[in-house]
């Protein structure tokens, strides 16, 4: 993804589609837009559009008095914390007007202490002040102007920030406003293109030096090597991303844990969604995601769970080539008792009974009525079987039956064959 994103809520950055991907329409919902106005009434429109995935947002001013476009208390992700923030949007009027913009983060007094030698905010305990000053800029009338904000720095702290926005507009004689593009940006964050560090190494430093004198937009050349690079920087960050360390190459064993030591491409607990697929040929199997009950629902309810039943597909490989043993069986059952009746912590019960009925090629599997949540004692759980199937060694037949508890059984491998086995 490009490294300048858009920080702002799909509804306060005007978007035409929400985070669900489906497009807006007007007539059919209300938007539900977080920009308010001082002095005017203000309609989200889908005409005279900059650009045609943003909708405008037109004031009406009641009067010939300033005009202000207000944005509240938008939540900055903690790992925004220590970095400049900017804000601008694109602003279009019938007269020649004067824009102020102002961008700052939880209270407009507050109090930072910024390493020049870095861009970062440190904490506000510090005795160093940036107070937040309005970035005030003359509009052309008839068509859309770029406007653009302080740079407003977040401290380095370990809690939430919140940014805030005013665009104030003077001169407008009452006449209609219409802003649309806006854009919350993290102000260093185009230096995150592999390309652009490159570039700078690479060419003389005074290219450097100049751009980082320019302001509002702030680094426009290397911004525009950013823009040229784009997609040549994912495929940089993404290549990097696919090969993970050597555990040779760690200060400690700990540290294969980090996302960034292992490969998204073929480490199980980090691979990418997107490579799940091309991993799973390994296994030897399709990856299966999830199991369905009978109402319709799935029985892997949160991320977290489906997430961790994938993963134990390709690290086991239990439904490919690892199929067919009397653990893959066992283990695949377990894959459908985590949850319980009663809310406890499941036990993951499960007896498996090779040659059953004196049948060389039948299994019996028993798993405990507690922790099979579609059926009851003496009945066959679906569930189980649909988890057990794809590691059904070839020719075996299976059946399941749930019980309220494991008792001892002779002639059973699980469940006790007296001086030979343990109790299962």
């Known amino acids: 993804m490009p490294t300048t994103v858009n920080l702002l809520p799909w509804y306060d950055a005007l978007s035409t589609t929400g985070d669900d991907g489906v497009t807006v329409s007007l007539a059919n919902i209300e938007y539900p837009l977080g920009w308010t106005a001082d002095n005017a009434t203000l309609t989200v429109s889908q005409t005279d559009l900059n650009v045609t ?21 938008v939540k900055i992700a903690q790992d925004m914390n220590g970095s400049g923030l900017s804000f601008n949007c694109k602003l279009k009027t019938l007269e020649e007007v004067t824009v102020s913009t102002k961008l700052w ?11 020049p030698e870095t861009n970062i905010a440190q904490s506000a305990s510090s005795t160093v002040s940036y107070p937040v000053e309005s970035n005030t800029k003359k509009l052309f009338s008839g068509l859309y102007n770029a406007v653009y ?4 720095y977040v401290p380095n702290d370990l809690v939430n920030h919140y940014a805030n926005v005013d665009i104030e507009i003077i001169g407008h004689n009452a006449t209609p406003i219409k ?10 964050g185009f230096y995150e293109n592999p390309f652009v560090g490159q570039f700078r190494h690479l060419i003389p430093d005074f290219y450097w030096s100049i751009d980082s004198e320019e302001s509002f937009p702030s680094y426009p050349f290397y911004r525009l090597i950013d ?11 993404e290549f990097t991303r696919m090969y993970g360390y050597e555990q040779d190459e760690l200060y400690s064993p700990e540290q294969k844990l980090n996302y960034f030591i292992n490969s998204s491409l073929v480490s199980p607990s980090f691979v990418r969604e997107e490579y799940m697929p091309w991993l ?7 990856l299966k995601q999830n199991f369905q009950l009978p109402d319709g629902s799935f029985y892997l309810d949160n991320i977290a769970s489906a997430g961790a039943y994938t993963e134990w597909q390709l690290r086991n490989s239990y439904y490919g080539r690892a199929a067919g043993s009397r653990q893959a069986m066992i283990d695949s059952a377990k894959r459908v008792l985590i949850k319980t009746d009663d809310e406890e912590q499941s036990t ?14 039948a299994i019996r599997i028993q798993t405990l009525a507690n922790e099979t949540l579609d059926a009851i004692s003496g009945e066959s759980s679906n569930l189980v079987l649909s988890a057990v199937e794809p590691s059904r060694p070839l020719g075996f037949e299976i059946t399941h039956l749930t019980v309220e508890e494991f008792l001892l059984t002779l002639d059973d491998i699980t469940l006790g064959v007296l001086g030979e086995y343990p109790l299962g």
């Open 53 to 73: 995935n943003k909708f405008v947002v037109q004031a009406n001013p009641s009067s010939g008095q300033k005009v202000t476009y207000r944005l509240r208390n």
């Open 105 to 115: 983060i939880d209270s407009a007094s507050a109090v930072y202490f910024v390493d």
């Open 149 to 152: 904000s302080n740079t407003a």
């Open 179 to 188: 802003m649309t593009n806006p854009n919350l940006i993290r102000e260093l």
């Open 227 to 237: 823009v040229l690079t784009s997609f040549a920087g994912d495929a940089r960050r």
């Open 280 to 286: 799973a040929q390994f296994t030897g199997s399709d």
């Open 348 to 361: 993951l019960g499960v007896s498996l009974t090779p040659k059953f009925g004196g049948n060389p090629w």
